[in-house]
C-alpha cells in the first residue's frame, strides 16, 4: 500500500519508527523491517514528522477546505492518531521538537510552534514572506532551518531572533532540502542547480566525496556555527 505513494520523512521515539507520505500514508515499525499502516486522520501529503514530550506530531500539506495545514498527532506510540486544526495558513515541510517546543516551517518562510502539538501559533519573524523553508532539527541548545536559495538560519532562543547563516558564497543558489543533528554537528543537505551537485553542509568536518551517480560539493561552516 505505501509503495504507492511518496514516502517523505521519518523519525523515532520511544521504541518505534515512524514514516510519514503522499496522501496520508502512515506507517510505524518497531524493528525497521516488519511495518504496520496506520489511519493517519488526513488525506492530505504528510512531509515530515518527529517525537518529543511522549507525542509523535507530523505535518504537510495546506487543505483548502479549512484553510488549515495538516497536522496528526499520537500519544500512544504511534498506534492511533488525531488530526488537529492547526490554523497554520501554509504547507509545513518539516517539523522538530526542542527545548519543550514542536517548531515547524513551510512555504513562504513561515514558523509555527506549540508546546504539545495541538495548539500552534505563529512565530513572527524575519524570515516570514520570504523564502520555502525546507527543513529543521534542533541540537547544541539551538534550532536550525534551511531552505530555498541557500537559507541557513539558527535561533538559540526558540525563534524569537534568528541568525542568519553566512556560508560560502558558492552556496547561496543551493536548495537546501533538509537538516539533522547528532555527534555535536548540524549536517545539512541539497541541491546545487548552478552545478547540477547535489549539496552537503557540516558545521563541524569538511569532506570531499563522489558517489557512482552524484557529484556532492561539501562546504565547512565551522566559522559560521
Do not use: K
Request: aromatic share 12%.
Amino acid at each position: 500500500e505505501a509503495g504507492e505513494f511518496n514516502l517523505n520523512g521519518v523519525t523515532f521515539g520511544n521504541g518505534t519508527f515512524v514514516v510519514v507520505g503522499d496522501n496520508g500514508v502512515l506507517l510505524t515499525s518497531s524493528n525497521g523491517t516488519s511495518w504496520d499502516s496506520r489511519t493517519s486522520g488526513t488525506s492530505m501529503n504528510l512531509n515530515g514528522v518527529t517525537f518529543g514530550n511522549e507525542t509523535f506530531v507530523a505535518v504537510g500539506a495546506l487543505d483548502y477546505y479549512t484553510y488549515s495545514a495538516a497536522v496528526v498527532t499520537s500519544q500512544d506510540g504511534g498506534a492511533s492518531w488525531s488530526e488537529v486544526l492547526s490554523y497554520a495558513y501554509f504547507t509545513l515541510n518539516d517539523v522538530a521538537f526542542g527545548n519543550g517546543n514542536f517548531m515547524a516551517v513551510g512555504e513562504m518562510g513561515n514558523i509555527y510552534t506549540s508546546s504539545d502539538g495541538s495548539y500552534w501559533s505563529h512565530l513572527d519573524s524575519d524570515l516570514s514572506g520570504q523564502e520555502n523553508l525546507n527543513g529543521v532539527s534542533y541540537g547544541g541548545g539551538r534550532f536550525v532551518v534551511v531552505g530555498d536559495s541557500g537559507v541557513l538560519t539558527t535561533s538559540s532562543d526558540g525563534g524569537a531572533i534568528w541568525e542568519r547563516n553566512q556560508q560560502d558564497p558558492e552556496v547561496t543558489s543551493s536548495g537546501l532540502n533538509g537538516v539533522s543533528y547528532g555527534g555535536g554537528s548540524f549536517v545539512a543537505v541539497g541541491y546545487d542547480m548552478d552545478s547540477i551537485e547535489g549539496v552537503i553542509l557540516t558545521s563541524s568536518n569538511a569532506v570531499s566525496s563522489t558517489n557512482e551517480s552524484t557529484q556532492l560539493a561539501l562546504y565547512n561552516l565551522d566559522d559560521d556555527f
